[in-house]
Structures are given as C-alpha cells and as structure tokens.
C-alpha cells in the first residue's frame, strides 16, 4: 500500500529523511493564512507536488498534508468538520447533491464558520491500493470492479437479483465512488474512499526535494473529476487515457477560496498525513 508522500515523489526510507524533506519544505513555504496563533504555509515545487505544513508561534511543525496543485474539479457544500482529520462536503451538480465525501482539508486550521462553506474545490487522490485497468472492458470483467472484491465466496444470488436478472456477485460502474468517512462515527471517519474513474489524461513528475517520480492521472467519476497521484515504484508507467484506475484512495481537498469553520478546533499535535 503506497504512502501518500510516496504518491508525490516523496520516498522517505532512510533515517531521518522525512524530517529532512519537511525542514526543507518549511523553509521554501509561502504563508497562506493565520488563526488563533497556527500558520498554514504551502510548499511547492514546479510540477505541482505540494506539502501544507500548520506551524505555531515557537515555529514547531504541527502537521503536515502531502498534496498536489490540481484543477478545481467539484462543485461542494455543506462542509462539517467530523474529526481533527477529516472533514465531510456534499458534491454538488446544477445544485443538487450526487453524492458525498470525506476527505482531508488543506486549508483546514483557517476555516471559519462565519463564513457558509462552498464553491469549487479541487479533489487530490492519493493511490493508496488501486490497480490500473486499459479500460471499461477489462474493469468490469476484473474482480477490481466487485463490489467486495476481497470477499472469496459470494454464494447464490438473493432471489430479487435473480428475478429482476441482476449480475452477481454486484460490481461496481468504471465511473463510480464511495467515500467510507461519511458512513458510522464521525469521530472514526477517515479520508479513504473507493474510487473507479476513466482517466482523461495523465502525466509524470519528478520532485524537486527527492528526484522521486510519480504520475498524476486526470480522472472522470461519479459527480466530480479528481487528479489521482500514483507511486512510480508501484505503477512503472502514467496509465494511458480510457484506462480506469480503481481503488482505495486517500482525499484531499484544496478549496478555491478560505470559507469555512471554527479555526479553534484546528489540529495542536503533530499530525502526518502518510
């Protein structure tokens, strides 16, 4: 299962390189905000990787969020903060709601609830567990596009699948999405998601603090499109447009503009999002 730094070219295998990446991070960072005593800087480099580092006033790095410079993809509302981690959004169309997840927030220690959340937001996937398809074909007949696909027996089919002539075991579309952190406990949900998505397009970056490789893939799914970056060391080539890329993924969102919640309950404790 690929790390989320990984996902952004960001190897950290030996000692003390991970405190290295993000000292060196902190120090090319361009401030974004403040509130209630916690900067939010960003670093970024030329091909889109990014870091947003929340540091206090004795200039201690309190957490850091791997993303990436992506194009606004979705239209959200409705943002409530669930966890320290995690916050949940309504994914909007012509202003009716298709659906909804949770994801990571990188401007979350300067949300205000003063201010009604919403607008366009940019959706980064981190490619946690996913497998690249050539295409809707080759998804569907894949146990990627199960709808448990670690399930080994699924046994009979129901007698309301047989009857309306449902396939079975149930599978999932190419173009299809579950957020699992808007389901149970709020104060459990985590930014992970199932995701299947068409890529559009795609492209391969190389970052500026490691030389590490990665790809980020342009990806259509259910009510949103969404840049899904992926570890070269897991997938050795940029997956080709009409391929589907399937999976577990971990989201960040990137707002367009700072609405948003109560900055009193952003994160105090070292936080990495790996």
């Given at each position: 299962m690929a790390a989320n730094f990984t996902c952004i070219g960001l190897d950290a295998t030996a000692p003390g390189e991970l405190d290295r990446i993000v000292a060196?991070?902190?120090?090319?960072?361009?401030?974004?905000?403040?509130?209630?005593?916690?900067?939010v800087m960003r670093w970024q480099d030329d091909g889109g990787a990014r870091l947003v580092l929340e540091v206090d006033r004795q200039r201690r790095?309190?957490?850091?969020?791997?993303?990436?410079?992506?194009?606004?993809?979705?239209?959200?509302?409705?943002?409530?903060?669930?966890?320290?981690?995690?916050?949940?959004?309504?994914?909007?169309?012509?202003?009716e709601k298709v659906t909804a997840l949770a994801a990571d927030v990188?401007?979350?220690?300067?949300?205000?609830?003063?201010?009604?959340?919403?607008?366009?937001?940019?959706?980064i996937a981190f490619g946690s567990d996913v497998q690249v398809l050539p295409d809707?074909?080759?998804?569907?007949?894949?146990?990627a596009?199960?709808?448990?696909?670690?399930?080994?027996?699924?046994g009979e089919p129901p007698p309301h699948y047989v009857e309306h002539g449902w396939?079975?075991?149930?599978?999932?579309?190419?173009e299809s999405f579950i957020s699992y952190g808007v389901f149970g406990d709020p104060a459990g949900a985590e930014a992970y998601a199932r995701l299947n998505g068409t890529v559009l397009r795609s492209r391969t970056h190389r970052t500026a603090l490691t030389g590490g490789t990665f790809h980020v893939a342009r990806v259509r799914t259910a009510g949103?499109?969404?840049?899904?970056?992926?570890?070269?060391?897991?997938?050795?080539?940029?997956?080709?447009?009409?391929?589907?890329?399937?999976?577990?993924?971990?989201?960040?969102?990137?707002?367009?503009e700072t609405p948003a919640q109560d900055a009193r309950t952003a994160r105090r404790r070292w936080s990495l999002r790996r």
């Open positions: 060196a991070a902190a120090t090319a960072a361009t401030p974004l905000g403040e509130r209630d005593g916690i900067r790095v309190l957490a850091v969020t791997p993303s990436f410079a992506a194009e606004a993809g979705a239209e959200v509302g409705s943002l409530s903060h669930l966890n320290e981690q995690v916050w949940s959004a309504d994914v909007l169309q012509g202003g990188e401007q979350s220690a300067l949300l205000d609830q003063s201010v009604p959340p919403g607008g366009r937001a940019a959706i809707e074909e080759a998804f569907i007949s894949s146990s596009s199960l709808l448990a696909p670690d399930k080994e027996d699924h396939p079975w075991p149930p599978r999932m579309g190419a949103f499109e969404a840049d899904v970056c992926l570890a070269a060391s897991e997938h050795p080539r940029a997956p080709a447009p009409g391929a589907v890329v399937a999976g577990v993924v971990y989201l960040v969102m990137a707002l367009g």
